[in-house]
Nanobody, 127 residues
């Protein structure tokens, strides 16, 4: 069974930075994995933030381009989201997700593309 656990959330002021981590365990058989970060503000729908395909290609929501960077430590099965220049509108519960597949670029920000999900970590940005 695959397990994803997020960490690194917290409260920061506008303009601050956070680095989220998603540690993956239980994947006995390695393969072609795609992963992504999603966020869900209170009372709103979950939205795609950033995704990375098995080939290393990335895709970002327009609202975070130039500020967020998704990366992965393949050897240790860790997914990261470096968040810089944070804004109050970035406040949300952030979730990581994974799926076994090549991850076409256009699909990386779609919730329905992913099979495995973490429990979420809260990010709060105050002005």
């Amino acid at each position: 069974q695959v397990s994803l656990v997020e960490s690194g959330g917290g409260s920061v002021q506008t303009g601050g930075s956070l680095r989220l981590a998603c540690r993956v365990s239980g994947a006995v058989y390695s393969g072609s994995w795609s992963m992504g970060w999603f966020r869900q503000p209170p009372g709103q729908e979950r939205e795609g933030v950033a995704g990375i395909g098995s080939d290393g290609r990335t895709n970002y929501a327009d609202s975070v381009k130039g500020r967020f960077t998704i990366s992965r430590d393949i050897a240790n099965n860790i997914l990261y989201l470096q968040m810089n220049s944070l804004k109050p509108e970035d406040s949300a519960m952030y979730y990581c997700a994974a799926v076994l597949g090549p991850g076409p670029l256009a699909w990386l920000l779609r919730q329905t593309s992913y099979q495995y999900w973490g429990q979420g970590t809260q990010v709060t940005v105050s002005s």
